[in-house]
């Protein structure tokens, strides 16, 4: 947003920001909200609602009886409103001691349920270890509790990116072992014991590379009235919806949201939404990772040559 031509400051434009939020939020503030958390004087402060007011006048009004600005019934985000979406995360975040609300603009905060099973705390040294490894293209050794029934605790690993899917972290990954790309849920490394520089080639890894745009209906099953309920609750249009994926994500999209079971099989209420292309995915995602273990076979084969 500018004014007079000249854009704002980042310093300014952070408290018209919180003004924005305080009455969004509590609908009121007052002068010394703004001065005690910005550290300012209250002179400032004055000057920073007075430039809010320029921008946004019809959003509040002073009420000499509280002694605050209140929002208006005109009132509507003149800063926050394409990041209202980060500000709910943090009311999920609070509730999960992921961050402390006085850590955040909050005066006071609405009655927030969050239900989920919970998982333990991400260890810092283990992401650090594996950050590392991304960013200097590096092996490292894990010790990793697997659910594929392998004995085996230890892993030889080269990370090269992270993924977030139904409240999970993973790496992406190639297996020394297997040979091949795969995903480790971050929060099952015990300890990362080595390092040394890798042998692979990460663009190899086709299924991460490879984008495909999954085909979203609504469950042709539901009634036109809650087809249409679902259709704007995913933000469709005409109808559809197409979300771009990276094939070797799509798997968990997929499980997430029951795309992967063929349609009539489950209640439509249990399915909500179809894959339209499923088999398209299905097949696309077995056929990048063939052509990934093809090419790191001959790679290898062509190392072990020289």
């Known amino acids: 947003m500018e004014d007079g031509g000249e854009q704002l400051r980042w310093g300014v434009r952070r408290r018209l ?11 009121r503030f007052n002068r010394s909200d703004l001065a005690n958390t910005f550290g300012i004087s209250a002179q400032q402060a004055s000057a920073d609602i007075a430039q809010y007011e320029k921008f946004a006048a019809r959003n509040l ?16 985000p003149a800063f926050i409103g394409e990041t209202i979406e980060r500000y709910l995360l943090q009311l ?3 509730e999960n001691r992921w961050m402390r609300a006085e850590d955040t603009w909050f005066d006071t905060i609405p009655p927030v349920e969050v239900l989920t099973l919970g998982r333990r705390p991400t260890d810092p040294t283990v992401l650090l270890r594996v950050l590392d490894a991304i960013r200097n293209k590096s092996e490292i050794d894990i010790e990793y509790a697997s659910l594929t029934g392998s004995m085996q605790p230890s892993r030889t690993i080269a990370p ?6 139904a409240g999970r972290w993973y790496i992406r990954a190639w297996s020394r072992d297997h040979n091949d790309f795969r995903d480790y849920n971050l929060n099952r490394i015990a300890s990362v014991t080595d390092h040394r520089p890798a042998s692979v080639d990460s663009t190899l890894d086709f299924e991460w590379v490879h984008i495909i745009n999954l085909v979203i209906l609504p469950n042709p099953d539901l009634s036109d009235e809650r087809q249409a309920a679902v259709a704007a609750e995913h933000g469709m ?16 999209l997929m499980s997430e949201y029951n795309l992967d079971v063929e349609p009539g099989l489950l209640k439509p209420e249990k399915q909500q939404i179809i894959l339209q292309n499923r088999d398209e995915v299905t097949q696309a995602r077995a056929l990048s990772r063939k052509m990934s273990i093809e090419a790191l076979a001959r790679t290898s084969a062509s190392r072990s040559s020289t």
């Open 17 to 27: 920001e919180f003004i924005d939020f305080r009455l969004f939020w509590d609908g």
């Open 61 to 76: 009004h002073y009420d000499r009886a509280e002694k605050a600005y209140m929002r208006t019934e005109a009132f509507s």
């Open 92 to 94: 999920v975040a609070i």
């Open 160 to 165: 090269h990116a992270l993924s977030h899917s």
């Open 237 to 252: 249009t005409d109808g559809r919806l197409i979300r771009p994926c990276r094939l070797s994500l799509s798997f968990y």
